[in-house]
């Protein structure tokens, strides 16, 4: 088996699992990755060095030689990385962005990741959108952010690597007093003739305009002009109270004084969130938080996308890479 001059630490880690599990749905879900994925990166493994790791039929897989002889270096080499990656853990904290203090699905991830891994140091950091957070991350002074990847200029998502996480239902935030407001749930259709605030002009945050636009295309919905930037809560909300306009939100938005929250449906337009990293970046526990937005995707149902749910081509290609 002929050596290759470099061998991606991901694709031993798929190798070892396999090989411990012998089964590659079980692998897979101990990896957190897609069946899919995981048999992919098992077979670039073999492609670079040249010799089949595994017999695989209907019933059963086993190692083959070159695999038998791969396997103990394969763990020795992944120890020595897990060492590595611990020590660098321990002289700095994973610097996550949840995006705003209010969110709460992020916010949830962060919290399963530090019961997970209470001897990692996690951070919360707030950027207020993806498309600021992930010039961080490729900066190197965020490790993590949540948001819409499908937003992303092409050339900031090929530094990034991204996991699905939840497809949130979005709402509307409305003046107590709006003639909306009285009902339970707003059908998109009630907010034609209506000029809703998206975030237009803010410059963390295009990616979440972008959705707006591509919602209220064709429904007559207008998208409201750009408001002056305010930072903070108390700020958002004086601004907010200013203009009057109803704001696209999601279920989850924090309360605000004088206004109520209406999911919005017929259709179910849905926020596509992602969790996102600099591509290469070695963290212990990176792979904690990824294990945890995993865990509690699953037992929520969040990558559940309901029949009725809205969401554009482009976030459906990202929110099935799993």
Do not use: C
């Given at each position: 088996?002929?050596?290759?001059?470099?061998?991606?630490?991901?694709?031993?880690?798929?190798?070892?699992?396999?090989?411990?599990?012998?089964?590659f749905?079980?692998?897979?879900?101990?990896?957190?990755?897609?069946?899919?994925?995981?048999?992919?990166?098992?077979?670039?493994?073999?492609?670079?060095?040249g010799?089949?790791?595994?017999?695989?039929?209907?019933?059963?897989?086993?190692?083959?030689?070159?695999?038998?002889?791969?396997?103990?270096?394969?763990?020795?080499?992944?120890?020595?990385?897990?060492?590595?990656?611990?020590?660098?853990?321990?002289?700095?904290?994973?610097?996550?962005?949840?995006?705003?203090?209010?969110?709460?699905?992020?916010?949830?991830?962060?919290?399963?990741?530090?019961?997970?891994?209470?001897?990692?140091?996690?951070?919360?950091?707030?950027?207020?959108?993806?498309?600021?957070?992930?010039?961080?991350?490729?900066?190197?002074?965020?490790?993590?952010?949540?948001?819409?990847?499908?937003?992303?200029?092409?050339?900031?998502?090929?530094?990034?690597g991204?996991?699905?996480?939840?497809?949130e239902?979005?709402?509307?935030?409305?003046?107590?007093?709006?003639?909306?407001?009285?009902l339970?749930?707003?059908?998109?259709?009630?907010?034609?003739?209506?000029?809703?605030?998206a975030?237009?002009?803010?410059?963390?945050?295009?990616?979440?305009?972008?959705?707006?636009?591509?919602?209220?295309?064709?429904?007559?919905?207008?998208?409201?002009?750009?408001?002056?930037?305010?930072?903070?809560?108390?700020?958002?909300?004086?601004?907010?109270?200013?203009?009057?306009?109803?704001?696209?939100?999601?279920?989850?938005?924090?309360?605000?004084?004088?206004?109520?929250?209406?999911?919005?449906?017929?259709?179910?337009?849905?926020?596509?969130?992602?969790?996102?990293?600099?591509?290469?970046?070695?963290?212990?526990?990176?792979?904690?938080?990824?294990?945890?937005?995993?865990?509690?995707?699953?037992?929520?149902?969040?990558?559940?996308?309901?029949?009725?749910?809205?969401?554009?081509?482009?976030?459906?290609?990202?929110?099935?890479?799993?």
């Amino acid at each position: 088996m002929p050596a290759p001059a470099h061998l991606d630490p991901r694709l031993l880690r798929a190798f070892v699992t396999v090989a411990e599990e012998l089964h590659f749905t079980r692998a897979a879900a101990r990896l957190y990755v897609a069946q899919q994925a995981l048999s992919r990166d098992v077979r670039r493994l073999e492609r670079e060095l040249g010799g089949e790791l595994f017999v695989r039929t209907t019933r059963q897989v086993t190692l083959t030689a070159d695999g038998e002889r791969l396997l103990p270096y394969a763990r020795a080499v992944l120890q020595a990385q897990d060492d590595l990656l611990a020590a660098a853990g321990q002289a700095r904290p994973l610097l996550v962005d949840l995006n705003s203090p209010g969110l709460r699905t992020a916010r949830r991830v962060l919290h399963r990741a530090r019961e997970l891994a209470p001897g990692h140091e996690l951070m919360a950091r707030y950027e207020s959108g993806l498309t600021w957070a992930a010039g961080e991350l490729l900066a190197g002074r965020l490790d993590a952010s949540f948001g819409r990847f499908a937003g992303l200029a092409p050339a900031l998502r090929a530094g990034l690597g991204q996991q699905p996480v939840r497809h949130e239902p979005m709402a509307v935030v409305l003046p107590e007093d709006h003639p909306l407001a009285a009902l339970t749930e707003v059908p998109l259709a009630a907010l034609a003739g209506e000029t809703v605030y998206a975030g237009a002009g803010n410059p963390r945050t295009p990616e979440w305009t972008d959705l707006a636009r591509s919602l209220f295309e064709g429904r007559g919905i207008a998208l409201a002009p750009p408001a002056p930037l305010a930072v903070g809560e108390e700020e958002f909300q004086r601004i907010m109270s200013r203009t009057r306009h109803p704001i696209l939100a999601v279920v989850d938005f924090p309360p605000l004084p004088s206004t109520v929250l209406r999911p919005l449906v017929d259709p179910i337009p849905l926020s596509p969130v992602s969790l996102v990293w600099r591509k290469g970046m070695v963290h212990p526990a990176l792979d904690t938080l990824r294990r945890a937005a995993a865990e509690i995707a699953a037992e929520e149902g969040w990558l559940r996308r309901p029949v009725e749910g809205w969401l554009p081509d482009p976030d459906i290609v990202v929110m099935a890479a799993r």
